[in-house]
């Protein structure tokens, strides 16, 4: 769990400074992440008490995560997310978006 935050942490501040070669790692290690958190716990509910915390990056990933597990959180939180400002902000607007209208893609999510 310590690394998956971590990581989130990180994809915030390099996308947020616009590197996108290390907010790109740290996107291939949050996967990485996720699927070893998905193969310990495969309802995820270990990554609920996430949608709290202080970090809104940590926050938008989890929210991501959950969408269809967890959907009224998840969605509660991007809204939330979504108020705010940045890139991290135009993000979760994004995903809300996509998710409506029902278009949002989990493909990568299997690789």
Known sequence: MDKYI?????HGEWIEK???????QA?????INFNI??????????????LN????SVRYWTAFFLLRSKEILAVKTLEDISDK???VAFS??????????KSLSFDFLSK
């Not at 971590?6 to 990180?10: D, G, M, Q, R």
């Not at 996107?27 to 996967?31: A, E």
């Not at 915390?53 to 809104?56: E, L, P, T, V, Y």
Request: aromatic content about 6%.
């Open 6 to 10: 971590e990581n989130t942490i990180l």
């Open 18 to 24: 616009g590197d996108y070669k290390k907010a790109n």
């Open 27 to 31: 996107f291939n290690d949050i996967l």
């Open 37 to 50: 958190l998905k193969k310990e716990n495969s309802s995820l509910e270990n990554l609920v008490p996430l």
């Open 53 to 56: 915390n202080k970090n809104n």
């Open 85 to 87: 400002k940045g890139i």
């Open 92 to 101: 979760a607007r994004t995903t809300l978006k996509e998710w409506k209208n």
